[in-house]
């Protein structure tokens, strides 16, 4: 079974709206970590926001926010005033317990529109 | 944040031969670097954990004789693709986690493009 779903394979938005990229988890660990990840076109990996599962509020990072619902192991990614330098692959990802490894979800490719 | 790089940045070879790729912390000590391949429009796919002064972990379906990891100080860990063929071509990503600057995330390098001839 997939750890990390990411259901939307490809999004648009206009310049200047927010928008949700969804993520959905499955672990059976009390303790894990979840983040996000911006991939440009370049490849290199962005880390933009992580959210540990023990935390009580949603993490946030400037324009960026994490809307973390643990009842339905959901961690969507939300980006407040989208601008054109936000186009990218974005990737969720998790780290169960205590481990190293990360696992990544298939990733949402995000472009915005001016 | 901490910075790693690895080298090259993209490599063509022919078919048959190895090719060696590093990956460098360097403003950090990294006793844990890790690897990944990417498949294009794919995800990262986690290849192996490489420890410093040990042997690599890999993950299952990854053959260690075919894609052999050293990491021999606490600032460098290399993979080494040996007898090269045109489907290992790929994008391979490193990345090492700096426990004294944060326990939670990974920095990632920039990447090597493979491409086997």
């Known amino acids: 079974a997939q750890k990390i779903t990411q259901t939307q394979p490809g999004m648009f938005v206009q310049e200047k709206e927010a928008v949700t990229l969804d993520c959905t988890y499955d672990t059976s660990d009390q303790s894990y970590g979840l983040f996000w990840y911006k991939q440009p076109s370049s490849g290199e990996m962005i880390f933009l926001i992580y959210?540990?599962?023990?935390?009580?509020q949603n993490a946030t990072e400037g324009r960026y926010s994490l809307n973390f619902q643990k009842a339905r192991k959901s961690a969507n990614l939300v980006i407040s005033a989208s601008q054109l330098g936000d186009s990218a692959m974005y990737f969720c990802?998790?780290?169960?317990?205590?481990?190293?490894?990360?696992?990544f979800g298939a990733g949402t490719i995000l472009r915005v529109k001016s | 944040g901490a910075v790693v790089s690895q080298h090259p940045s993209w490599v063509i070879c022919k078919s048959g031969t190895s090719v060696k790729i590093e990956c460098r912390s360097l403003d950090f000590q990294a006793t844990t670097m890790f690897w990944y391949r990417q498949f294009p429009k794919q995800s990262l796919m986690l290849m192996a954990t490489s420890n410093e002064g040990s042997k690599a972990t890999y993950e299952q379906g990854v053959e260690k004789d075919k894609f052999l990891i050293n990491h021999a100080s606490l600032t460098l860990s290399t993979l080494t693709v040996t007898s090269a063929h045109p489907e290992d071509s790929s994008f391979y990503i490193c990345s090492a986690r700096d426990l004294a600057r944060s326990y939670n995330e990974q920095f990632f390098g920039p990447g090597t493009r493979l491409t086997v001839l």
């Open positions: 990802a998790m780290r169960e317990g205590y481990g190293n490894k990360l696992v």
């Open positions: 959210q540990g599962s023990y935390d009580e």
